[in-house]
């Protein structure tokens, strides 16, 4: 009898083992990773999405709160979302982990980056667009920046603007955005030392390529480039008119850049 109940207590324990190690290995995989119709011969040669570039937004929404509910809310039309939501007082919320990528980007690319939120890190930055930024949200910013580009090695350069990877279709972070603080701690890209003249046949249609933007609507091209590196917001984004139109104005002149522009793209492209 003892042998018997000796025999049951091993059953017992070899019964709640196996147990433990299909558990453990359905741990290891997220519900609806898995097919049941496979067995789980799991590989090590794989990797987690890796962002290599970061995307600044503004909210439009005034308020952290109101900015959080938009951000989070499954039942919209077009569902968004942001990886960080800072607010003006250099508050700084967390919405979706580093690996996974958030619905913040949309349609749009940047050099030969093409699906943006697949790609890189969205930060929503409380503003209306129609205001300063606060010193302590751009130096929680400057933090935040120098945290992501460390864990991740994302080039400090890799640090965009909404507009910048969505021409004539975005304007955030606006024309009062300090890219030139940013710059000064060491993110982004923006023009160093004196601007000069470029020599007689310097291309800045090419040099807006070579920065990153895309050139099929020039106007838009010009007009984001305009708000990041001048702060101007001209008002002309390139799409009051149809796409047929677009491509027929875009292809019987180019618009005129000035002289400032010119001088930014030269020294911007020197720098590359």
């Given at each position: 009898m003892p042998l018997f109940n000796h025999n049951k207590s091993m059953l017992r324990l070899g019964v709640i083992a196996l147990a433990g190690?299909?558990?453990?290995?359905?741990?290891s995989m997220p519900a609806g990773q898995r097919s049941a119709l496979a067995e789980w011969k799991p590989s090590p040669?794989?990797?987690?999405?890796?962002?290599?570039?970061?995307?600044?937004?503004?909210?439009?929404e005034d308020t952290l709160d109101g900015?959080?509910?938009?951000?989070?809310?499954?039942?919209?039309k077009h569902p968004v979302s942001s990886h960080y939501l800072l607010d003006r007082d250099g508050r700084?919320?967390?919405?979706v982990p580093d690996h996974l990528a958030a619905w913040h980007a949309g349609v749009g690319n940047w050099g030969a980056m093409r699906d943006l939120n697949q790609t890189s890190i969205g930060i929503e930055i409380v503003?209306?667009?129609?205001?300063?930024?606060?010193d302590a949200q751009i130096d929680a910013l400057i933090a935040l920046l120098g945290d992501l580009t460390t864990r991740h090695d994302i080039p400090r350069s890799q640090v965009i603007g909404h507009a910048d990877l969505a021409p004539g279709r975005k304007i955030d972070p606006g024309q009062f955005f300090p890219w030139k603080k940013l710059a000064d701690a060491g993110f982004g890209i923006w023009p160093q030392g004196e601007l000069i003249d470029p020599p007689p046949g310097f291309d800045p249609w090419m040099a807006l390529r070579v920065i990153g933007y895309r050139i099929d609507n020039p106007r838009a091209a010009l007009h984001s480039f305009?708000?990041?590196?001048?702060?101007?917001?001209?008002?002309d984004r390139g799409t009051e008119k149809s796409a047929s139109n677009i491509a027929q104005e875009n292809a019987q002149a180019l618009p005129a850049l000035q002289p400032e522009d010119l001088r930014i793209l030269y020294a911007l492209t020197r720098q590359q």
């Open positions: 190690v299909l558990l453990a290995g359905c741990a040669n794989h990797a987690l999405r890796k962002p290599s570039i970061i995307v600044l937004h503004y909210t439009v900015s959080h509910d938009i951000l989070s809310d499954p039942k919209r700084l919320l967390q919405l503003n209306t667009g129609s205001e300063p930024f606060p305009r708000l990041r590196f001048r702060g101007i917001d001209d008002g």
